[in-house]
């Protein structure tokens, strides 16, 4: 003769749902960053490139930088709009375009690679991220006060006359 236990068989514990959320929602959030990361490492190598040549061959790159802006690129500003010695952030695009000597434009990502935070201003050659107080270079997007360790990733930008396109 078999009998029915008095209680009945528990499902999982309300701990073990939580801890499997949260892992799930940890995987998430690790994926989006994971690809995040490639992408501004991708963007990093190219957005060199640019700024090469932007600096050395403005005259014989206006037809290749012509057709660039035709197929897409979003006009982010004239270059009377940067100032020498200086930038622009902008924040909508995610990006800040300075101009580190007259005629020679740089353009590098607008979130700060010690925690993420978007930088607020740029004053003396250097883009400070109002979060920890890091301070990157206007010519090379490179450290010139910590806490961050890692330059600015360079965006890709192409200028063409007097217009300056991302991408």
Known sequence: MTSEPLHPVPGPARRTVVAAVGAAGLAVA???????DDASSSSGSSG???????TGGDAGGGSASGSASGSGGTVLAKTADIPEGGGKIF???G????????????????KCTHQGCAVSSIADGVIVCPCHKSEFSVADGSVKKGPATQALPAEQITVSGDSITLG
Do not use: I, M
């Open 30 to 36: 690790l994926t989006a960053c994971g690809s995040d």
């Open 48 to 54: 060199t490139q640019a700024g090469a040549n932007t």
């Open 91 to 93: 924040k909508d695009q």
């Open 95 to 110: 990006v800040v375009v300075t101009q580190p000597a007259a005629g020679t434009f740089k353009a590098f990502s607008a």
